[in-house]
């Protein structure tokens, strides 16, 4: 069986990090991901999917990412069910976040950490173009390596 779920959205709202009794690190968030078609005359609409992640993927986000972040994820579906304070029986769909990724440009995100490529220290060297009276063609097999 297959529970595979990947997303790219925006943050309805800035992650907060909190830990469980036992100390693991826990956050939930919401990502607003807007479909793919629209009626003609109206606006896209977008689904706002629940997510939580947990240990280093939590506190990763909530390092990096806040309210309006472009932010992809990997992860599965989970369903739980559960009793509100009025004793209502309830049913939660939601995301359980593996990975996550940053989707938009370096200022959008507002981080200044991550990779960025070194510039060059001086140009490329220039090659001269060889003629064939630079080359010797080989007729025995002997002594070729392959």
Do not use: H
Not at 20 to 35: C, D, K, L, N, Y
Not at 50 to 62: G, H, K, L, N, P
């Amino acid at each position: 069986m297959i529970n595979n779920v990947v997303l790219m959205g925006r943050l309805v709202a800035t992650p907060e990090l909190r830990s469980t009794g036992t100390g693991v690190s826990v956050a939930s968030f919401t990502i607003a991901v807007e479909r793919a078609y629209a009626k003609a005359g109206e606006q896209r609409q977008a689904d706002f999917i629940d997510c939580v992640a947990w240990r280093q993927t939590a506190e990763f986000i909530t390092r990096y990412f806040q309210k309006g972040s472009m932010i992809a994820v990997t992860g599965n579906i989970q369903t739980r069910n559960y009793e509100d304070k009025n004793g209502n029986k309830r049913k939660a769909v939601e995301v359980v976040v593996d990975n996550a990724s940053f989707c938009g440009s370096k200022a959008e995100s507002g981080t200044t950490g991550g990779y960025s490529a070194p510039a060059p220290a001086a140009p490329a060297p220039s090659f001269a173009s060889a003629s064939e009276s630079d080359f010797e063609e080989i007729t025995e097999d002997d002594d070729l390596p392959f």
